[in-house]
C-alpha cells in the first residue's frame, strides 16, 4: 500500500514538473529571471510610423525565431510631430497594442525590452561591453562605427539608457532573409551565440518588402483588448453591410506621390497591388492619392454591387466626409429603389488609430491605398480573417496614367 502512495507521489511531482520545467511548457518567468544562452536579438525600430514598425516585428521575429535566439521586442515609438505636438517620441509597451501570448505559440522565447533591461542587461549585458552590429557597407557612411545619432536612430537607444561602448562590423555577405537554411547557416556561424550572446541591430533585422513567409505571421496578431473594445462601439454604431475606406491626403503623403511623376515600378507598399516582382507595372498617381471624385467613382461601384448601409472613413487628415454623405443622398434619390435605404458615411478619428484599422479590418468590404504600409497592415489583417479588400487606382485603367 506504501508503494502505492509513492508512486501516487512521484506521479504527482512529476506532473508539476513537466508544467512548470521549460522542456515540457512555456514558464513566461524563466524567461525573464534566467539567461538564455542560446543568445538575445535587439533592434531598433526606426523605420516608420505604426505600420511599417509592426512589420519590423514579424521580420525580425522570423529571424529570431530562425537563428534560435530570444528576441527582445522593443517598444512602438510614436513620433510626436506626426500629430502636431512638439516633443519627444513616445514609447508604449508592444504589450498596449498586442497580446504576446499567440506569439509565444510560434517562438516561445519572446521578452520585452523592458523585462530585458531590469532582468538581464546589469548582470549578462553591462555598460561598458555592450556592442552595436552592422554591416561594413553602414559603417563606411557613419564614420566607420554602427552606432547612429539623430532620431530615432540615437534618441531610441539613448532613451533607454543604452550607449554603445563597441562596434561590431561583419564584412562577409550576410542576408537578412533568413528563410533561406544556407544564410541562416552562415549567420550562426559568423556570430555563434557563445561569443555574440547579444545582437543588437542600429535597424530590423528584416528587409522591405518583407518576407512572405513574415508576412503570413501576421496570424499571430491579436489586438489588445482596449482596442478591440473601442473598435467593436465604433461597429455597433453602423448598419451592415459595411464598406470601409483608408484615404491618405496629407501634406507628406502628397509629397510622397510625386513620386509617381518619374515612373517608379514600386513606392513603398505598392507591392501589395503590382507584385514583388511587377514587371513593366509603374506605382501611378491615383494608386497614391485620390481625389474625391476618385473616391466618390469608385465607392459608388461597391455600394451598389453590395447595397451598403455604412461607409466609415479612416484618414490622416481629409475624410471627405460631406462630399461623400452627399453622394451617397444623391444615390438614394437617383436611383430607383434606394430612397428608403439608409447609408451614412462616419468617420470616428479616434485617438488611435489603431481603432481605424480594427474598424477597416472588421467592416464587409474595404478599399485601401496601393502604397500604404498602413493599408497593407489592413490587407493582411483581412486575409487573416478571410475578407477581400480591393485598392484605389487598382487595377489600371486604359488612359488613366496621369490624370489627376
Known sequence: MAHRYWNLAFAVLLGIFALTSPIFGRNTGDLKSQWDPNGYILYCPCSGRFSNQVELFLGSLLF??????????????????????????VYAPFTDYFDLEPITEYHDRIITLEEFLEDHADMKWPAGERKAYC????????????????????????????????????????????????????????????????????????????????????KLLRWAPSIAEEGDKILKKMDRPIVALHLRNGADWTRTCELTDKNYQRILSSYQCTGRVSGDIFVTRKMCIQSEEQVSEELLEIVKEHKAKSVFVGTDHFPMEDHLQEEMDNLKKMEKGWEKHKLQVVNEDPDRPQVDMYVMAQADYFIGNCVSAFSAFVKRERDVLGKETSFFGWPIKEGNHDEL
Open 135 to 218: 554591416s561594413k557597407d553602414a559603417a563606411d557612411i557613419n564614420g566607420g562605427i554602427c552606432a547612429r545619432g539623430g532620431n530615432p536612430f540615437g534618441t531610441f537607444w539613448s532613451d533607454h539608457g543604452i550607449e554603445f561602448d563597441e562596434s561590431e562590423i561583419w564584412e562577409d555577405q550576410l542576408f537578412f532573409n533568413v528563410e533561406y537554411a544556407d544564410h541562416a547557416e552562415k549567420w550562426k556561424n559568423t556570430f555563434p551565440a557563445d561569443e555574440h550572446p547579444v545582437l543588437t541591430f542600429m535597424n530590423a533585422p528584416t528587409f522591405n518588402p518583407i518576407a512572405e513567409q513574415a508576412e503570413e505571421l501576421h
Open 64 to 89: 529570431a525565431r530562425t537563428l534560435g535566439r530570444t528576441l527582445v521586442v522593443p517598444p512602438i515609438i510614436n513620433y510626436q510631430h506626426t500629430i502636431g505636438n512638439e516633443g519627444d517620441n
